[in-house]
């Protein structure tokens, strides 16, 4: 299972961007995907999550400002980011859990100015 992320970039606060996360290798129906960041100093966290079943999931700091969807006949994951705050300035990484395992795709760098 493969998973490319991209989408990242520099924004001025209050401006948008959206992640998206391709995957390949994978036909398992049952899954989880998510996107988490890591700042500098800081552990990585869960951002956003959705399953299969396009239940979603946000951590607090993110609600309102970001959506999560699929798009399972592209197999790919958004992650549309409004609002962006000095805050969310980190590297923003997608997951993908099925049958107990976690498969990660390299970050992308979002980075917001003021």
């Known amino acids: 299972v493969q998973l490319q992320a991209y989408g990242g970039g520099l924004v001025q606060a209050g401006g948008s961007l959206r992640l998206s996360c391709a995957v390949s290798?994978?036909?398992?129906?049952?899954?989880?995907m998510g996107w988490y960041r890591q700042a500098p100093g800081k552990q990585r966290e869960l951002v956003a999550s959705i399953t299969a079943y396009d239940s979603t999931n946000y951590a607090d700091s993110v609600k309102g400002r970001f959506t999560i969807s699929g798009d399972k006949a592209k197999n790919t994951v958004y992650l549309q980011m409004n609002s962006l705050k000095l805050e969310d300035t980190a590297v923003y990484y997608c997951?993908?859990?099925?049958?107990?395992?976690?498969?990660w795709g390299q970050g992308t760098q979002v980075t917001v100015s003021s």
């Open positions: 290798g994978s036909r398992r129906n049952i899954n989880i």
């Open positions: 997951n993908r859990r099925e049958s107990g395992s976690d498969y």
